[in-house]
DNA sequence: CATGGGATTGACT
DNA sequence: GTCAATCCCATGC
């Protein structure tokens, strides 16, 4: 990515993230859907303020923030925004694209449409862990690279975000419109 | 030190 | 549609 891409308000960098290349190892996914969280709303875990677990989401714009969700799935976020600001894009799904093979193998033999729809999901089919929290998305295992030449234009819809039980009116959910690979469908279109 | 909740998924009715 | 699984860590006693 450009530098200073992720030292940027965090609803431009999800929206800008959508259609853009997740990468671990062998396997590689497109995004095509996002979600904003910033410390000024209770949904985010950086709301409760600095702490050891949200001291990555503080840290440095353009780091991977990994952690466990419901005791079982690892989520992947970004972080984004200057030091001293907990703000970060979840990414939600991939459009799968390299490593398919593996990554049926590690999520037991999906249809392509469910490899990847879901920020749980993601991360078992490319072998994210919690070991990748703190790691760089520019040169880390794990890295986010620009839009291939096919998503340049892509058209992004806007909807509420999911799973979550305050501030649940934000519209801050972005999505390659017309997706197959969402983990649900959008509401609202912008 | 004990407790409870969560940015979810998958299996089941 | 409902519901359990399961663990990190923030909070409170």
């Excluded at 190892?25 to 303020?49: L, M, N, R, T």
């Excluded at 001291?55 to 972080?79: C, D, I, K, Q």
């Excluded at 501030?167 to 912008?190: I, K």
Aim: with cysteine; net charge neutral; proline share 7%.
């Amino acid at each position: 990515m450009k530098p200073g891409f992720y030292d940027r308000p965090v609803l431009e960098v999800a929206r800008d993230l959508i259609g853009c290349l997740v990468q671990h190892e062998a396997c590689a996914g497109v995004i095509v859907e996002a979600e904003a969280y910033h410390d000024s709303e209770p949904a985010c875990h950086a709301f409760a303020g600095l702490t050891p677990r949200t001291a990555t989401l503080f840290g440095e714009p353009g780091l991977a923030y990994v952690y466990r969700s419901y005791g079982v799935h690892a989520l992947l976020n970004a972080v984004t925004e200057p030091v001293g600001v907990g703000a970060a894009v979840l990414i939600r799904a991939l459009e799968p694209l390299e490593g398919i093979e593996l990554m049926r193998e590690r999520r037991g033999l999906e249809p392509l449409r469910s490899l990847c729809s879901g920020p749980g999901k993601l991360t078992q089919a490319l072998g994210i862990g919690l070991r990748h929290n703190g790691v760089d998305l520019e040169h880390g295992a794990v890295t986010i690279a620009g839009r291939p030449p096919a998503w340049r234009d892509v058209q992004v819809s806007v909807d509420t975000r999911i799973g979550i039980t305050k501030a649940v009116e934000l519209p801050w959910r972005f999505c390659a419109s017309g997706s197959r690979y969402l983990s649900r469908p959008v509401r609202a279109r912008v």
